[in-house]
């Protein structure tokens, strides 16, 4: 296992988050300062921003890594600013790892500006939920690259994906990451398939920087290691038509990791999965009296309240929703799939058997599943409220609704404090374990290509 001791040595305790203009000149600084790393302008986003990206090392493989994959997402800057000036002081490392680095610390400036308020800070539940959006999936840059296979003719990539194909119409890639950030609980490493070689490094990534592995249940293959079904969103698709299923999720576009495949069979991708809060008793896997099923209960109920919450008030305010702008577009499509029912293939539900069920729950279990759904769904709630606060023709209507969205809002975040114990995570500490990981997922995807 490659030392980073030193590699990893001086990550800065940042504060906040860079905003895309700091990312910019982080970028342009980075790439003046050090003969090692060139700039590439891959293009425009739909607005006209760049789209940067840093070309570090030269080496026998090719590895694409991103920033902001989910606008709000934001550590994608502060992470690829170090790796970036770490790759180009350290040669031996770099030589020694044998890849060639594309970093692109924001592939999507425009849905990155829509949440710089909670990247400033404070990076509270309360704060992000106020302040978040999260640019449609329909127009998110990962998602939507061409595929052509039995009933889907998709080709109406983004300026942002064609940012992205730019780079892997050129060339063979062995490993790609997109730096996700989920918001409550532990890393999960979000993997294509069973990878065993692997999980010892990324445990040891985690431990090194206080992180410990995700304890709600999912599709786990090993503790903190899922295989993430998003990553095959087309195929996804396709096994649901192929099953007589006509209503299906609609989707524009394949994965970055299924188009990265077709290229190269062989690429690998994993996605560290960092969390911004967390309560410690996640700590703690002491068996309760309680089974599973009644916190995976309680997490429906909560589901269920708010997106019928959500949909009754969508309901009320659409007649007097005049003025488009990109949080009314974003919840026309979170609102589509309570409407129709449809099956989701870009996040599919998970379902647990009875055995899982009837498990006594851990406190970690507990505490992970039941206050997950509050502090993700409050961040819901809040982009409700600024689909409302951006309407520009306001009426008494609008008002109301405002203020019931916002009490809501009020309400889960008295819950949250009351019943779990907030703690955010340091962007150092989320830094240095995905940095870690991401090594060694580019080794791991090296020594398996052909």
């Given at each position: 296992?490659?030392?980073?001791?030193?590699?990893?040595?001086?990550?800065?305790?940042?504060?906040?988050?860079?905003?895309?203009?700091?990312?910019?000149?982080?970028?342009?600084?980075?790439?003046?300062?050090?003969?090692?790393?060139?700039?590439?302008?891959?293009?425009?986003?739909?607005?006209?921003d760049n789209i940067d990206c840093l070309k570090i090392g030269e080496g026998k493989y090719n590895a694409l890594i991103h920033g902001f994959p989910n606008s709000e997402e934001p550590i994608g800057g502060n992470l690829l600013d170090y790796f970036a000036r770490r790759l180009a002081?350290?040669?031996?490392?770099?030589?020694?790892?044998?890849?060639?680095?594309?970093?692109?610390?924001?592939?999507?400036?425009?849905?990155?500006?829509?949440?710089?308020?909670?990247?400033?800070?404070p990076h509270t539940p309360l704060n992000f939920s106020l302040n978040y959006y999260r640019t449609p999936t329909c127009i998110t840059p990962e998602w939507c690259f061409p595929f052509r296979f039995g009933p889907l003719d998709l080709n109406r990539p983004t300026a942002e994906t064609?940012?992205?194909?730019?780079?892997?119409?050129?060339?063979?890639?062995?490993?790609?990451?997109?730096?996700?950030?989920?918001?409550?609980?532990?890393?999960?490493?979000?993997?294509?398939?069973?990878?065993?070689?692997?999980?010892?490094?990324?445990?040891?990534?985690?431990?090194?920087?206080?992180?410990?592995?995700?304890?709600?249940?999912?599709?786990?293959?090993?503790?903190?290691?899922?295989?993430?079904?998003?990553?095959?969103?087309?195929?996804?698709?396709?096994?649901?038509?192929?099953?007589?299923?006509?209503?299906?999720?609609?989707?524009?576009?394949?994965?970055?990791?299924?188009?990265?495949?077709?290229?190269?069979?062989?690429?690998?991708?994993?996605?560290?999965?960092?969390?911004?809060?967390?309560?410690?008793?996640?700590?703690?896997?002491?068996?309760?009296?309680?089974?599973?099923?009644?916190?995976?209960?309680?997490?429906?109920?909560?589901?269920?309240?708010?997106?019928?919450?959500?949909?009754?008030?969508?309901?009320?305010?659409?007649?007097?929703?005049?003025?488009?702008?990109?949080?009314?577009?974003?919840?026309?499509?979170?609102?589509?799939?309570?409407?129709?029912?449809?099956?989701?293939?870009?996040?599919?539900?998970?379902?647990?058997?009875?055995?899982?069920?009837?498990?006594?729950?851990?406190?970690?279990?507990?505490?992970?599943?039941?206050?997950?759904?509050?502090?993700?769904?409050?961040?819901?709630?809040?982009?409700?409220?600024?689909?409302?606060?951006?309407?520009?023709?306001?009426?008494?209507?609008?008002?109301?609704?405002?203020?019931?969205?916002?009490?809501?809002?009020?309400?889960?975040?008295?819950?949250?404090?009351?019943?779990?114990?907030?703690?955010?995570?340091?962007?150092?500490?989320?830094?240095?374990?995905?940095?870690?990981?991401?090594?060694?997922?580019?080794?791991?995807?090296?020594?398996?290509?052909?």
């Open positions: 296992m490659i030392d980073l001791t030193d590699f990893l040595a001086e990550i800065p305790e940042w504060k906040q988050y860079y905003t895309v203009d700091e990312i910019h000149q982080k970028t342009k600084e980075n790439a003046e300062e050090y003969p090692e790393i060139t700039y590439l302008n891959l293009g425009k986003s739909t607005k006209g002081e350290d040669s031996e490392t770099c030589e020694a790892i044998d890849y060639t680095w594309y970093l692109i610390p924001c592939s999507d400036p425009d849905g990155a500006r829509l949440n710089e308020s909670l990247q400033k800070g064609r940012a992205l194909m730019s780079l892997m119409d050129r060339m063979d890639f062995h490993f790609v990451s997109s730096l996700h950030m989920m918001k409550w609980g532990g890393i999960t490493y979000q993997v294509p398939h069973v990878c065993t070689e692997l999980y010892g490094a990324l445990w040891d990534s985690a431990s090194r920087y206080g992180g410990f592995p995700r304890k709600r249940p999912g599709t786990t293959v090993a503790p903190g290691v899922s295989v993430a079904y998003y990553l095959t969103v087309a195929r996804g698709y396709l096994r649901q038509w192929s099953s007589g299923n006509t209503n299906i999720e609609p989707i524009t576009g394949c994965y970055i990791y299924e188009y990265g495949q077709m290229r190269n069979p062989f690429m690998f991708m994993m996605i560290p999965e960092c969390t911004f809060w967390y309560d410690p008793r996640m700590w703690n896997d002491t068996p309760t009296e309680e089974p599973i099923g009644e916190s995976l209960k309680k997490a429906q109920d909560i589901v269920e309240d708010v997106q019928g919450f959500m949909l009754d008030t969508w309901n009320k305010a659409l007649p007097y929703l005049k003025t488009m702008t990109p949080f009314k577009f974003k919840y026309e499509k979170m609102m589509e799939p309570l409407i129709t029912k449809h099956t989701n293939v870009s996040n599919p539900v998970l379902r647990f058997d009875n055995d899982t069920h009837q498990r006594k729950a851990s406190v970690a279990e507990q505490v992970a599943i039941e206050g997950r759904e509050v502090a993700f769904r409050m961040t819901h709630l809040g982009g409700l409220k600024r689909v409302l606060d951006a309407e520009t023709e306001k009426n008494s209507v609008i008002d109301e609704l405002q203020d019931a969205v916002y009490e809501k809002i009020m309400a889960y975040d008295k819950r949250l404090n009351r019943d779990f114990d907030v703690k955010i995570n340091p962007i150092k500490n989320n830094v240095g374990m995905m940095i870690s990981s991401i090594i060694h997922s580019a080794i791991y995807a090296k020594n398996r290509q052909p």
